[in-house]
C-alpha cells in the first residue's frame, strides 16, 4: 500500500467535520455525479431497508440518481454480478467485501464507505431440539427462559447426536457471512466446536461437533421444517417466520451475543468508485438519509414496515417483518419481549465504516481457517484500511450537513476509525480492534498464533 495515500486516508477520516465541510460547501448542493442511471442488488432480508428507503423516499433522486433495485438470488450470484459490473453495487454481507479483497473465494478489491445497521440477526432451533434445550435452561419467576440463552444448552443434544453417530446440522447463508461467525462464536462460547476451514477442506467441518452448512435465507424455515436442518442462523425475517408457522424457537439475537455489532455493508468495486467518485459519495448521502429516516420514529418503521413487505422487496407478512422491526422480539411462540436495538440503522454511529469492524471479521476468518496463517497486526490494519472508506463517508456526511439534511453530532467527529475496546459480549471476552492478534489468544477453541490446520 502506498503510505502517502494511507496517511491521506487517515488525515481525511479524522478531520473534523468542519473542516471537511468547508473543503467540499462548494460540491455539497450539486455534485456533479458521473453516472446516474444505477442498479443495485439486495437479498430479500429486513436489513436490505437503507436501499428501499432512499428510493421510495426520493433521497437517490435528491442526489440526482435514478436507481433500480434488484433481488438476488442468493450472495454468491450478487457478489459476482458487481464484480462484473451487472449490478453497480448492492447490499452485502460484511464479510464479502473483505474476503474478496484478500483473494478468499473470488478475488476483487470490494469497497465500502456505509455500514448499513446493526445487530438484526438470530439463531433458532427445531421444537424438538428447543425441548430438549429447556431442559438446562433456568427459568425466571414467570415460567419463562431467562435470556441470554448459552450454546452450554444445546451441548448436551449435540452430544446426544455425536453418541449416536447423528450429525447435528445447522445453517448459515455464506461462508464469510456475519452469521457464519456469530453461530460460531454462540458454539464456540458454549463448548461446541464448529468446525475449521483448510485450504484443501473449504466445507468449514473440519473436527466438528455441530455440522455447519449453506442455507439462503428464505428457504432456512422450510429447511428446518423439512427436518434437513436442526437449526440455523439468519437475518430477519426469517426467524419470525419459524414462530408464526410454529415450526422453530429463536433462542438468542446476535444482540445478545455481541451488543450493537455491524452487520451488513453496502459495497462496490474499487474501480467503480475510482472512475465514479462524485457518484459513490452522492450514493452514501442517499443511504445516510435513508438510514436517519429509519432511526428517527416509530412511525417511520411502520412505514417501512409496510414498504418492505411489497413483494418486490422482502415480500414476507407485514406482521411478520413488524415483530422484529419495531421494537420487540418473540422468542417462543407468545414471549414477545422488549428489544428496541434489534434493529438499528443510524444510532450509534451505525452507519460510519469503523476499521474495528472489519478487523473484527478478519480475526474470526483466522480463527476458524479461513486465513490458513499467521499475519501480523499491521496486516489487518491495511487490510481493513483498504476495504472500508471512512474517508468517503466523511466527505458525504460534510455534503449532508451542508445541505441541511444532517447535523455534526450525527457523526463520530474525529475518530480514528476505531471503537473502543469493548467486552459486550456473551462470553465476556474483550475485543481491541487495534490488538488482533491479542484478542484471537484469548479463546480455547479456535486457532491463534502460528496455529494451522493440517
Keep these: 500500500m502506498n503510505v502517502f495515500h494511507s496517511l491521506r486516508r487517515l488525515m481525511i477520516a479524522a478531520a473534523p467535520l468542519a473542516v471537511i465541510a468547508t473543503v467540499s460547501a462548494a460540491n455539497a448542493e450539486m455534485l456533479d455525479v458521473e453516472k446516474d442511471e444505477l442498479k443495485f442488488g439486495f437479498i430479500k432480508l429486513t436489513d436490505m431497508a437503507p436501499l428501499a428507503i432512499a428510493k421510495e423516499k426520493g433521497f437517490f433522486e435528491d442526489e440526482g440518481l435514478y436507481v433500480t433495485l434488484e433481488p438476488q438470488a442468493n450472495w454468491k450470484v450478487l457478489l459476482d454480478r458487481v464484480i462484473d459490473g451487472e449490478l453497480d453495487g448492492a447490499h452485502m454481507l460484511a464479510g464479502q467485501p473483505l474476503a474478496a479483497t484478500i483473494g478468499y473465494g473470488t478475488k476483487a478489491h470490494i469497497v465500502t464507505p456505509f455500514s448499513m445497521d446493526l445487530n438484526g440477526n438470530g439463531i433458532t432451533v427445531s421444537n424438538a431440539v428447543w425441548a430438549e434445550m429447556k431442559k438446562n435452561i433456568k427459568m425466571d419467576a414467570d415460567g419463562k427462559p431467562e435470556h441470554p440463552i448459552s450454546a452450554a444448552a444445546l451441548k ?96 438468542i439475537t446476535d444482540y445478545e451475543i455481541w451488543k450493537d455489532n455491524p452487520e451488513k455493508v453496502f459495497g462496490m468495486t474499487d474501480e467503480f468508485v475510482e472512475t465514479n467518485p462524485n457518484t459513490a459519495i452522492a450514493i452514501t448521502k442517499a443511504l445516510i438519509r435513508a438510514g436517519k429516516w429509519l432511526d428517527e420514529s416509530v412511525e417511520n418503521r411502520k412505514e417501512a414496515v409496510e414498504i418492505l413487505s411489497r413483494p418486490e422487496y422482502v415480500g414476507a407478512d407485514a406482521e411478520v417483518i413488524a415483530n422484529s422491526m419495531t421494537g420487540t422480539f418473540e422468542y417462543e411462540k407468545g414471549d414477545k419481549r422488549d428489544l428496541p436495538d434489534f434493529n438499528v440503522f443510524f444510532r450509534y454511529y451505525a452507519t460510519y465504516p469503523f476499521y474495528s469492524d472489519a478487523i473484527w471479521y478478519l480475526t474470526q476468518m483466522r480463527r476458524w481457517g479461513q486465513i490458513a496463517e499467521a499475519k501480523p497486526d499491521q496486516w489487518y490494519f491495511d487490510t481493513a484500511a483498504d476495504v472500508y472508506k471512512p474517508d468517503l463517508y466523511m466527505k458525504a456526511a460534510a455534503s449532508l450537513i451542508d445541505d441541511g439534511n444532517a447535523a455534526a453530532e450525527d457523526f463520530p467527529d474525529g475518530t480514528d476509525g476505531y471503537k473502543p475496546a469493548t467486552s459486550a459480549f456473551i462470553d465476556g471476552k474483550t475485543y481491541d480492534g487495534k490488538k488482533p492478534n491479542e484478542y484471537l489468544t484469548q479463546f480455547d477453541i479456535g486457532l491463534k498464533g502460528e496455529d494451522v490446520i493440517n
Design 156 to 251: 448436551p443434544v449435540v452430544d446426544k447426536y455425536k453418541s449416536e453417530g447423528k450429525p447435528f446440522n445447522m445453517g448459515m447463508v455464506f461462508p464469510v457471512s456475519t452469521h457464519n461467525y456469530e453461530l460460531r462464536y454462540w458454539l464456540a462460547a458454549g463448548g461446541i466446536n464448529p468446525g475449521f476451514y483448510s485450504p484443501d477442506d473449504t466445507s468449514g467441518q473440519i473436527k466438528a461437533d455441530a455440522l455447519l452448512s449453506v442455507t439462503p435465507p428464505p428457504q432456512m424455515p422450510s429447511t428446518l421444517e423439512a427436518g434437513t436442518i436442526y437449526g440455523y442462523c439468519v437475518g430477519e425475517p426469517w426467524n419470525q417466520a419459524a414462530v408464526f408457522k410454529g415450526i422453530g424457537v429463536p433462542v
